[in-house]
């Protein structure tokens, strides 16, 4: 994880780095440890979902000593409780419950349905969704490559809501976005407004037999009047959906994104017919905190739009937390 907090119980959380980690710690005991390992000093912090132990890796960057291109830092569960870590982290000792439903621990991914029994996490996850809901669209949109329309919004964060997909450990106040698009699972992409920026999709759908782009929309290619063949024309159901698959957890000890495969097929009715498109999409565990910050105080009025399109589906499933 690339997160820490110092004790159980506190409310702020901060991202790892050497800079982060020694001013808040002071460089004091517990966090430093010189006496656990023969490995050297050990560096502890809390996980901020589970309130485990973490030891800190890679906190003091070798690589640059020997020129190799340095590592981030990054925290894993310390599961070998001890006394000597008593003052951290649940008095030293392992709480396998919330280890085991932390999506931090292991190798949680996107695709696996397994629910997390952490219900302030879950919560908090909604919380999140109404809060930031035009934040969360507007990351959504490079991942599926058009900007969204308020129906097709609706129905991916009511798949995420309704269907559960947001008490699933390998969601989390992290990747919200991100899961919510992956959870979506198959929606049409019919006359949506396609993102000038991705010339590659623009001309995947440009060169299908069905489908093209009118007025900065995805639609189906007009039928000539005449002579056309009946086996050529587009049919009348013809449809153009999206789905992902193939997530890949970022690898926190080299630096690798998140990343993710984005399929774009055509289909008559619901049976698929063919692949137009298909691209990695990649995001950091950074990416979703970096753009509340950033667009966090701007546009009121569009984030109380999307905000409020979100409670709307939230208080259905939670009325207690959408009227909060
Ligand atoms: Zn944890």
């Given amino acids: 994880m690339d997160v820490f907090k110092l004790r159980p119980g506190d409310d702020v959380e901060f991202e790892l780095t050497e800079d982060t ?52 830092p990054f925290g894993q569960h310390y599961l070998h409780g001890h006394s000597a870590t008593r003052e951290l982290a649940r008095g030293g ?3 396998r419950e919330t280890y085991e439903d932390c999506s931090y621990s292991g190798d ?4 696996r349905k397994t629910s997390r029994k952490n219900g302030k996490v879950n919560d908090q996850m909604l919380l999140m969704l109404i809060e930031h809901a035009w934040v969360i669209k507007r990351a959504i949109h490079p991942c599926i490559g058009v900007n969204m329309g308020e129906k097709l919004f609706e129905k991916i964060i009511e798949q995420f809501v309704v269907g559960g997909g947001y008490r699933y450990r390998a969601a989390n106040t992290r990747n919200l976005p991100y899961a919510a698009a992956f959870m ?4 049409s992409l019919m006359g949506q407004f396609i993102r000038k920026d991705d010339d590659a999709f623009v ?73 137009i498109y298909t691209a990695s999409r990649t995001f950091n565990n950074r990416d979703f905190s970096d753009d509340i910050v950033r667009f966090g105080a701007s546009e009121t009025a569009e984030r109380s739009r999307w905000s409020g399109v979100v409670r709307k589906i939230v208080a259905l499933h939670r009325p207690d937390l959408a009227t909060m």
């Fill in 21 to 72: 980690y020694f001013e808040k710690t002071n460089r004091q005991s517990p966090y430093e440890n010189r006496s656990l390992s023969e490995r050297g000093t050990i560096y502890f912090a809390t996980c901020p979902e589970c309130e485990n132990l973490i030891e800190i890796r890679n906190l003091v960057k070798s690589g640059a000593v020997n020129h190799k291109s340095p590592k981030e």
């Fill in 93 to 95: 000792v392992v709480n």
């Fill in 108 to 111: 949680v991914k996107l695709g």
């Fill in 184 to 187: 979506a699972e198959n929606q």
């Fill in 203 to 275: 001309s995947a759908i440009t060169g299908s037999s069905w489908f093209t782009v009118t007025d900065g929309r995805i639609t189906r290619k007009a039928n000539e009047k005449d002579n056309v063949p009946e086996k050529d024309k587009v049919p009348g159901d013809a449809d153009i959906r999206f789905f992902f698959s193939r997530f890949k957890k970022a690898n926190e000890g080299s630096g690798e994104p998140n990343s993710m495969l984005l399929t774009v097929k055509a289909y008559r009715g619901k049976e698929a017919v063919g692949t």
